[in-house]
């Protein structure tokens, strides 16, 4: 599957670390590394140095990559290097799949 993404709202993002095109980014402006944490956005070009300004894709449709099973219409969390199904009782739900993925494939999700 090919990244692709549709922003339907974009913020600007001054990035405090780097990261890669369809990273998530926390609102401390760096790439999520944790399981479930709140996401500002996912990165639609890469941040190649600390201060660059960049686009978050804040609501719309998105590519990034599952860790874990994910079937279509799974709401998401975010994960350490992707999304991933949320569990029972999570705490920051973001979006939802719009494909079914195997762990480690990309996945097209629709953020609201």
């Known amino acids: 599957m090919l990244r692709t993404y549709h922003s339907v ?3 600007t993002a001054t990035m405090t670390a780097t990261c890669n095109a369809g990273d998530l980014v926390g609102f401390d402006n760096a790439p999520i590394t944790a399981a479930d944490q709140p996401v500002k956005g996912i990165a639609q070009v890469p941040a190649t140095e600390i201060g660059l300004d960049i686009g978050l ?3 719309g449709e998105e590519t ?3 860790v874990g ?3 279509a219409g ?3 969390v ?3 290097g992707g999304v991933s199904a949320a ?3 999570p ?4 979006a939802t799949a719009l494909t079914a993925a195997a762990d480690g494939e990309l996945v097209q999700i629709l953020i609201r």
């Open 78 to 80: 975010s994960a350490n």
């Open 57 to 59: 894709t804040a609501i």
């Open 87 to 89: 569990g029972v009782d």
């Open 9 to 11: 709202l974009t913020l």
């Open 64 to 66: 990034v990559t599952a």
């Open 74 to 76: 799974a709401q998401l």
């Open 69 to 71: 099973v994910i079937a």
């Open 91 to 94: 705490d920051n739900v973001f």
